[in-house]
């Protein structure tokens, strides 16, 4: 397979420091381990910010971005959502007005929230607060063609790149990921059957709410795709090409280099974990700065999640994507943050240790 042109130099977080971080979180007024997740992590973002900042342990939130990135698929013509794909821009439209979900959780926490146009079929005009990444107008259908050239994977990993080394620019120091893109699901799905080497019987689930008839036709349409693209599934580039999303593509590429810049990546739903299955494939250190924002309904979510060892902070019930689990994950990684930094030592409070 051809050496990507887009490379990423990620380097594995220090655990040197983990017992006196550890330590600093026990001896909190508390019994060991009672903030359960907000202590694992906490630890997480101590040895990510150490790197950045070895002479004080304070932890810090600086700007943090939300990047919702849409696409649409070639696969959603041949009716596996509930939705036709003229509804990935409308929703697009939806987003720079400010009217979605995604924009009331953004507003509510804090988030600074980005859409980025990575190849819908219509582009939208004369609308402000949408960037223009466009790799395509859609996806091939991947159950007849590739979903693009190899070529194309890496000028998606190139743009998100400098996406993301803007907003490291700005100072901001974590990135989430949400996407759009009717079809996703069944790209998504495909993706996790090539990487994880499941039945597609496994990996596909009902999206947003299809019914029994249009699910089965969504199996055998993901089955096709594996079919199809059997003997070119050689690494993780070739998988997004054969079978990923423009979206999917360039959430892997940004998550690469945020975690080449040290900074934290929270990872939504079922698309994003996707991508970041991806992106562990390509660079297995990206994995130290992976937080897991939610688990969803998605049934092969929660295989996703188990195979990437991950512990998702939230569960919900939700299936919208958007980045809707991610935005609301926001105040737990500050909570871990601001307890961590704040909350008083035994000695501090003159109370006796329960260590």
Do not use: W
């Not at 495909?190 to 299809?210: F, K, P, R, S, Y």
């Amino acid at each position: 397979m051809p050496q990507s042109a887009v490379s990423f130099q990620i380097n594995p977080v220090s655990k040197v420091q983990d017992q006196t971080i550890q330590q600093k979180i026990d001896l909190k007024t508390k019994p060991p381990g009672s903030l359960g997740l907000l202590e694992s992590l906490a630890l997480q973002i101590a040895r990510i910010q150490g790197a950045e900042q070895p002479q004080t342990d304070v932890l810090k939130i600086v700007h943090p971005t939300l990047l919702v990135f849409a696409g649409d698929h070639g696969i959603a013509a041949e009716g596996v959502s509930i939705a036709p794909s003229e509804v990935t821009r409308q929703m697009v439209q939806n987003f720079a007005h400010g009217g979605a979900a995604i924009n009331v959780f953004c507003r509510q926490v804090g988030f600074k929230l980005e859409v980025i146009d990575c190849g819908i079929l219509t582009p939208v005009e004369g609308v402000e607060g949408i960037i223009d990444q466009r790799l395509g107008a859609g996806t091939g259908a991947i159950h007849l063609e590739p979903a693009m050239a190899l070529e194309t994977v890496d000028k998606g990993f190139a743009m998100a790149r400098d996406l993301i080394e803007r907003h490291h620019q700005s100072g901001c120091n974590l990135v989430a990921f949400g996407e759009m893109g009717i079809g996703n699901t069944s790209a998504a799905s495909a993706i996790m059957a090539a990487i994880m080497q499941l039945d597609v019987v496994e990996c596909v689930g009902c999206g947003t709410g299809i019914n029994s008839e249009t699910l089965e036709r969504k199996l055998m349409l993901v089955e096709l795709a594996l079919l199809q693209h059997q003997s070119a599934l050689t690494g993780p580039r070739a998988v997004l090409a054969c079978l990923g999303g423009f979206e999917i593509v360039q959430m892997t590429g940004a998550m690469l280099a945020a975690a080449e810049r040290n900074m934290l990546v929270v990872v939504d739903g079922f698309i994003a974990t996707a991508a970041a299955l991806v992106a562990v494939q390509i660079a297995p250190n990206v994995r130290d700065y992976l937080i897991f924002a939610h688990q969803s309904e998605e049934q092969g979510h929660q295989r996703m999640l188990a195979f990437l060892q991950a512990k998702p902070l939230l569960s919900l019930g939700l299936r919208l994507g958007e980045g809707t689990g991610a935005a609301l994950a926001l105040p737990l990684i500050q909570a871990a943050v601001n307890f961590y930094n704040e909350m008083a030592s035994f000695s501090d409070a003159g109370i006796e240790a329960v260590v």
